[in-house]
Every structure is written in C-alpha cells, then in structure tokens.
C-alpha cells in the first residue's frame, strides 16, 4: 500500500468516526467542536470548517443523501473541497492528488481531503486487495452509521410524541356513589376480597378510650395532670429515661381488659368471618382488635401494644410481672441488666416493628378496598400508607372530619414526581368515598346496607358481657 493510500485510509476512518459520533448523538452535532483539530484532517486553519465538513461526510456515507436544510457544507467549505470533489465522480482527480509526491504542507492538507470524500474515491486507487480491504473497513463503518442514525430518528420521535401528549389519568368512577351505599355496593359486588383496614384512636372514643388530639378530652390534654414538659414527653425515650412514672400512670389507664371492643372493631372482626379481610393496620396500643377474637396473625399493632414487653436494652420482660408493676404504679426494671422496662409500645424517636413494613409491602399490592378509620393522618409512615393501594383500588374514609387530603397544586405536584397525592374528594375523585361522623354510626349503616347488622348487634352485645364476666382473662 502506498504512502498516499495509507494516509487516505487513515483520515476516511477518523472521519466516519467522528460521522459515527454525529449520528449517535442525534441532533446534537456539538461533538466536533469540543476538538481543537478537525478529526478529518491533519491540521485546521481559520477557515476549516470541521462540524460543517464531516457533517457533509456523514451524510455522504450514508448513500449521498443531501446534509439538514440550513446546514449545506458547501457553503463554507475547508481550503480545496469544491463541488466536484464532493461528488462520486471524482476519481481520476483524486488518483492525481494521491500520486503528487510533492508540494507544501497545505497542499498535503487539501490532498488529504479531497482522498477522504468517499469511499468510492479511496476504492478507485488500486485494483489491489489493500484498495478491497479499505473499501470493505469504510463500507462496514458506513453501515454502522445508518444503523446509529436510524437509531437516533426512532428515539428523536418518541421524545417528540411524549412531548405532544400530555399525560392523561383515567376518570372512570369506581364506586357508583362516593358513600356509604357505593362501598356496600362495592362489596355486595363480590369486588372487595382483599379489604386492608387502617385505625386509629378514633375507633375507641365510645368505648371509654379517649383519643390523644381531641381538644379538652384528648389524652395529651389530660396529661398536663402529670406535670409534664409537654404533652407527647410521656412518648419520649429521654424523658422516660428520667421519669417513668408518668407512663405507668397512663399505661394503667389504658391497659387492656378494662374497655370493651367498639361496634367498629366487632365489624373488623365481621369482615374477617366473611373472607375478606386481608390486615388490620392499627395505631392503637389498647388491642381491642385482639379482644373481638380477630386472629393476631391479621392484626398490625404499627405502634405497639401491650402483648410484650422489653427493657430498654432489649431483654425480654414477662408481661404479667409488668402487669402488677403497672396496676401498682412502680416502674419496673430488667432483672439481667437493671434497666427500665416498659411493654413494647413504639415511643418517639422509635423505629416501628419490622413486621409493619413486611406485610405493608406484602399486602397492599393485593388490597382491592381500603377502609380508614378513626385516624387524623397525621402521625407517618402510618399515614403514607393511604397512598399504597393501586390507583384502580377505592378507599373509604370514616371519620369525623376530612383527614388526608391536599391541595389540587399539591396533588399534581406529587402525581408528576411520583409521590401518592393522598385522599380526594373533590369534583375530579373517582374512587373515594366519604362518611362524616363517628365511626360506629358509620361502620352500623354499613353493615345494615350489606344485611350484616344482627350479626353487627350481636357481636357487640357479646364483647360487652365478656368485659363485665369476672372470669375475664385478663
């Protein structure tokens, strides 16, 4: 292989390598100006033109079609391109470019060029196998180029049409009403076979249990008789350390065996018996779902409860010795390590049970109906569990006010960035129904709807008798 055709071999692959890099790039044809020299030829002057040039090329190799309206290479072309030397036909001129031994170093620059043109230009040299093994390399990055180009025109489109439509959200209602009726037509449907259900302290205000937020009758009201910093310190690890004494006052008061189950829980513990209750997510630490007979296995105390205990190092405790420690108001300390113990209830500060997070992944993939109870929504990641259901899942909402909701900047906000946008009742919901009241008023309409209310009635007066039975296991 001559000197010539080496030289011309060399700057046709640098170029379709850098055309390569145009056309995988897209639109983008910015590659070549990050390079102080033209990839194409062995120097630049002022007037070299290397984006406008392997643009040229690019286009040539890839079957001679014309460069983007704007962008004609021939416009400004490097020092000795001209027209005829982009063309298929010019052969014998650059035969006479490779076979001059002799001129300056532009000269050498613009022979240069003018062998790069093509791959047919390169061919032409010699009918030797070198000339076939150039022609071969070239036609192969030729190919590669118009497959990358292709490439870049699919991926250029689709960006295009997603840019064009905006994205839509189906409308279609999934309960015929957002109330009462369209949930129990909802389950009546035989649509509900997975229902999960969300409590909170709501539930047991008419067993004799009072919330923590209500004001004047809340719990955190109540507590300032405890003399306490501030009403949640009887939740906090710190002031526990200091003083447990006030837990174990609170801890007595709300000990389970002395409330008994609500309507609301005996109509948890109903949806069980009919075979469709998947979990029972609840905040409450009095385990009245448990007194219902509801399997603990279906229960998610996500705060805790009062069924084991533990010291603060994490050494088991015997419930009932912290039983007798309670009802007597002596905090009782571990006997391995002597340090405080207390039932395993989730304080501030606190991570919740393993066991919360597992199911809660585990089964809300599943939920076909969430019921929400009793709860103000405030209190997370308990709260961010609203947002888990698929979007074609309907949520029911029992409570004496609207919890849960945002505002309509925020609810697109979060659809955009993929975060749940929380409850919806207005003109644009489709699957959330509301009822305003307490929740046994609630839960017993239900139940009356789906022709469940004896079974409701005597589930309740049931619970009652086994609270004021002396043989109470307490």
Not at 213 to 234: C, F, I, S
Not at 336 to 342: A, F, G, M, R, T
Not at 385 to 413: C, H
Request: include cysteine.
């Amino acid at each position: 292989m001559s000197r010539g055709m080496r030289c011309a071999r060399s700057r046709n692959v640098r170029a379709l390598l850098c055309a390569a890099e145009l056309c995988r790039a897209g639109d983008d044809w910015s590659f070549l100006n990050r390079h102080k020299k033209c990839d194409c030829q062995a120097e630049r002057s002022e007037k070299c033109q290397p984006r406008e040039y392997c643009r040229s090329l690019c286009w040539a190799q890839m079957g001679g079609s014309d460069p983007l309206p704007g962008d004609d290479p021939r416009d400004e072309a490097p020092a000795g391109i001209t027209d005829d030397a982009r063309r298929d036909d010019t052969t014998a001129k650059t035969d006479s470019t490779v076979e001059a031994s002799d001129g300056s170093e532009e000269e050498h620059s613009n022979r240069g060029l003018a062998e790069v043109d093509s791959t047919d230009a390169v061919a032409s040299v010699s009918g030797s196998d070198d000339d076939e093994e150039v022609e071969e390399e070239l036609t192969g990055l030729a190919a590669l180029i118009r497959k990358l180009a292709l490439k870049a025109e699919e991926k250029n489109a689709t960006e295009a049409a997603a840019e064009e439509e905006p994205a839509t959200f189906d409308t279609t209602p999934l309960l015929s009403t957002f109330d009462v009726a369209g949930v129990a037509e909802y389950i009546t449907s035989g649509k509900a076979k997975n229902v999960i259900v969300m409590v909170g302290a709501g539930i047991s205000v008419s067993a004799g249990i009072p919330d923590f937020r209500t004001p004047g009758t809340g719990l955190y009201d109540n507590l300032q008789k405890y003399d306490l910093p501030h009403p949640t310190a009887v939740f906090e690890l710190d002031y526990f350390r200091e003083n447990p004494s006030p837990f174990y006052l609170l801890a007595k008061e709300l000990y389970p065996g002395q409330y008994p189950p609500t309507p609301t829980h005996h109509f948890i513990h109903l949806l069980h018996k009919k075979g469709i209750l998947l979990r029972c997510f609840s905040q409450n630490i009095d385990s009245l779902e448990a007194a219902t007979g509801l399997p603990r296995e279906l229960i998610v105390p996500a705060h805790g409860n009062f069924d084991t205990a533990r010291c603060l190092n994490g050494h088991d405790a015997d419930v009932d010795e912290v039983r007798q420690h309670v009802d007597d108001g002596i905090p009782m300390r571990c006997k391995d390590c002597d340090e405080l113990v207390k039932p395993d209830i989730v304080f501030f500060g606190e991570n919740l049970p393993e066991r919360f997070h597992t199911l809660a992944r585990r089964d809300f993939p599943e939920c076909d109906l969430l019921v929400i109870a009793g709860t103000s929504l405030e209190v997370h990641p308990f709260a961010g569990l609203i947002d888990f259901p698929n979007e074609d899942v309907p949520r029911f909402l029992v409570n004496r006010e609207k919890v849960g909701e945002m505002d309509e900047r925020m609810r697109e906000f979060s659809r955009l960035v993929g975060r749940g946008a929380g409850l919806n009742f207005g003109e644009d919901n489709r699957r959330d129904a509301l009822f305003l009241g307490d929740c046994d008023a609630g839960f017993a309409e239900l139940a009356r709807l789906l022709g469940w209310g004896d079974e409701l009635d005597e589930l309740v007066r049931a619970g009652v008798e086994k609270v004021k039975s002396p043989t109470i296991d307490r």
